[in-house]
């Protein structure tokens, strides 16, 4: 399977995100995993970089026991960075990626100011099946061929799901 969709890049659009991806993966049995990483991801896409006012896509593709989420953003001046939890343990922010770093098995970002696209791959399956997709070490940043998402290109496609997870990066 394999979904992408745009938004606008409006605080108020997270609540259809996390509508429209819950309902995409009724049936996973990491869905609540899937929502709040997605959430994250688009959440710093509105408050980090210039798709505040303008759009991010999101997408996401299923294979087997496996999901890669993404988000394509608008860029912005800095990349993301996933902060120690003993950082400012009460600050009302920047934990996001931290989270999602949490629940995922790899993370990846492309792209640079001019347009970014930050992915995370979370897994589920032969280990405990009352709490898939559990890493058993911190996810490692990895890259992800931009052209898929229009870097470098006139008009961005859609990678197959075979494509980008066989791979383990985003077009092989």
Same mark, same amino acid.
């Given at each position: 399977?394999?979904?992408?969709?745009?938004?606008? *890049?409006?605080?108020?659009?997270?609540?259809?995100?996390?509508?429209?991806? !819950? $309902?995409?993966?009724?049936?996973?049995?990491?869905?609540?995993?899937? @929502?709040?990483?997605?959430?994250?991801?688009?959440?710093?896409?509105?408050?980090?970089?210039?798709?505040?006012? *303008?759009?991010?896509?999101? !997408?996401?593709?299923?294979?087997?026991?496996? =999901?890669?989420?993404?988000?394509?953003?608008?860029?912005?001046?800095?990349?993301?960075?996933?902060?120690?939890?003993?950082?400012?343990?009460?600050? %009302? !922010?920047?934990?996001?990626?931290? @989270?999602?770093?949490?629940?995922? =098995?790899?993370?990846?970002?492309?792209?640079?100011?001019?347009?970014?696209?930050?992915?995370?791959?979370? $897994?589920?399956?032969?280990?405990?099946?009352?709490?898939?997709?559990?890493?058993?070490?911190?996810?490692?940043?990895?890259?992800?061929?931009? %052209?898929?998402?229009?870097?470098? $290109?006139?008009?961005?496609?859609?990678?197959?799901?075979?494509?980008?997870?066989?791979?383990?990066?985003?077009?092989?």
């Amino acid at each position: 399977m394999a979904w992408c969709c745009g938004f606008p *890049g409006e605080p108020s659009q997270l609540r259809e995100v996390r509508r429209r991806v !819950g $309902t995409l993966l009724e049936n996973c049995p990491i869905r609540d995993d899937v @929502i709040s990483c997605m959430v994250e991801l688009a959440a710093n896409a509105i408050t980090h970089t210039k798709s505040f006012g *303008g759009v991010f896509t999101v !997408g996401i593709w299923l294979l087997r026991a496996r =999901a890669r989420i993404a988000v394509k953003d608008a860029g912005g001046p800095g990349e993301p960075v996933v902060r120690p939890s003993c950082q400012e343990e009460m600050a %009302e !922010g920047g934990r996001g990626l931290a @989270i999602v770093a949490a629940l995922s =098995a790899r993370l990846g970002v492309a792209g640079d100011e001019r347009g970014r696209v930050v992915w995370a791959d979370l $897994t589920w399956g032969v280990g405990d099946p009352a709490r898939p997709g559990q890493p058993s070490s911190a996810p490692s940043w990895m890259s992800v061929c931009g %052209e898929c998402w229009g870097f470098g $290109t006139e008009t961005a496609h859609a990678p197959s799901s075979a494509a980008i997870l066989a791979s383990g990066v985003c077009c092989g």
